[in-house]
């Protein structure tokens, strides 16, 4: 039997993307979309057009389209579906919150929680330092305030003997953290999962201050370590 295809859309190619990736293809073909969001009109308009184009020349392939979080990047991919009756999925990332705010919504719903293989997130026989890390995907001003990163840096800027560790703060946001931050916080792009379970192993603290979380992966993953 032929294998169905998926369009895999997304704004940020992070761990549970990934992690989706890997299993969409065990029974898929699967058509990866990087969205670019931006916080300019202008640029903005400039990706969903890009995006037009890739649909036009792509969705005649495509058997399913499958998006994480709904927002501007899957209008039109979800539109194009419409159209020419084919299947959609989106991950909202906090089913009760859709339930809440969307009363009457006639979609169906599935709670799935997110899977974590404890195998991965052993630590050893570090020695911990007293010091913080946080880590979570932050590449524009919305995600770093979000994250909680901003305030973390004000808590450091009064507890001048700990080390603090921000991870994966990327693009223009680690250039502007860097100039806000003390002396004793350390700004770090992406680090792949060896590298990161080391941090988890020597950081005795692990903090988390976001505004709003659904099941945040990187709090299961240090709550492991």
Known sequence: MKKKT????????????????????????????????????????????????????????????????SDFHSFLPFLFAKMLGKKTVVIVGGFEG?????????????????????????????????????????????????????????VAKKMPDIDFHLISIRDKMKDYANEIAPTNVTITDSLPQDKLLEELAKNKVYTLLSMSEGLPSSLCEAMLC
């Open 98 to 154: 859709v339930k809440a705010y969307v009363p009457g919504l006639k979609a169906v719903f599935k709670s799935i929680p997110t899977g974590y293989n404890p195998d991965n997130w052993v630590v050893g026989t570090y020695e911990r330092k007293k010091s913080v890390v946080a880590f979570g995907y932050a590449g524009n001003m919305q995600k770093f305030v979000g994250k909680g990163y901003d305030f973390i840096i004000e």
């Open 6 to 69: 998926v369009l895999l859309l997304y704004t940020n190619y992070s761990t549970f993307v990934a992690k989706d990736d890997v299993i969409l293809k065990k029974n898929y073909n699967v058509i990866p979309y990087h969205f670019q969001s931006q916080k300019k009109l202008s640029s903005m308009m400039f990706e969903m057009f890009k995006q037009k184009i890739f649909l036009l020349v792509n969705i005649w392939k495509v058997d399913i389209v499958y998006s994480w979080f």
